[in-house]
């Protein structure tokens, strides 16, 4: 077991470009979280999904951005047409799923997106 | 709604002494589960110490306990005998009930600890 894979860990792009971010969670990890995290604060929450389907959508995410995982494995988070604002460091977190005890969210290095 | 609520931006800690991050949350519902999590200059989000809202006791996990206090919803971290390597963000997290799995962060406490 690798842990959560993000990719790319580094993505620099110009505004109004469409940029998309991999994860790849532990395998036996039913429930995918992405987060964003900008300097000095803490993680905010986008999305989940609980196997293939997405439980729950921040009203914080616009409708430029989206996510999917398709087989209840890997997730995309793509964010088109991007601004300044969006200049974070986007988080993938996995967790085992269970209704009942600690679930403890299992972070990927994150991808940074920089957008000039 | 889940909040979570960290009031120290920053701290300092002589090394070997013990300290205390704070953290308040809010929620109505009976079933919860609390974390800390530790970032340190790399990046890399790592879990420390969960705590059940039914646990009867308070969680610990060598140098870490977690002072719970449901009446007064606290769930502050104690770090003992500080070392430098603990230099870094401490965050309080909250998840929800039962399959309402979404975790909530607070907005983190810097962490220095002084030679």
Not at chain 1, 85 to 101: F, K, P
Not at chain 2, 20 to 27: E, S, V
Request: aromatic share 12%; charged share 20%.
């Amino acid at each position: 077991d690798t842990g959560v894979s993000q990719d790319p860990r580094h993505k620099i792009t110009k505004r109004g470009q469409n940029v998309t971010f991999r994860c790849d969670p532990i395998s036996e990890h039913n429930r995918l979280y992405w987060y964003r995290q900008t300097l000095g604060q803490g993680p905010e929450f986008l999305t989940y999904f609980q196997n293939e389907a997405q439980l729950e959508k921040s009203r914080l995410l616009s409708d430029r951005f989206s996510a999917e995982r398709p087989k209840g494995s890997f997730s995309t988070l793509e964010i088109q047409r991007t601004e300044q604002g969006d200049s974070a460091m986007y988080l993938c977190a996995s967790s085992v799923g269970h209704n009942s005890g600690a679930n403890v969210l299992t972070f990927g290095a994150g991808s940074r997106l920089t957008v000039l | 709604a889940q909040k979570i609520t960290q009031t120290q931006p920053g701290m300092f800690v002589q090394e070997k002494e013990a300290v205390t991050l704070d953290c308040t949350y809010d929620t109505s519902d009976p079933s919860y589960g609390l974390f800390w999590y530790k970032q340190p200059s790399s990046g890399e989000m790592i879990f420390l110490i969960y705590q059940g809202s039914y646990d009867q006791q308070n969680a610990t996990e060598g140098r870490y306990s977690l002072n719970f206090q449901k009446a007064r919803k606290s769930a502050n971290l104690v770090i003992s005998a500080s070392q430098l390597g603990d230099s870094a963000m401490y965050f309080c997290a909250m998840r929800g009930p039962g399959g309402y799995q979404k975790v909530t962060f607070g907005t983190g406490t810097k962490l220095q600890v002084i030679p």
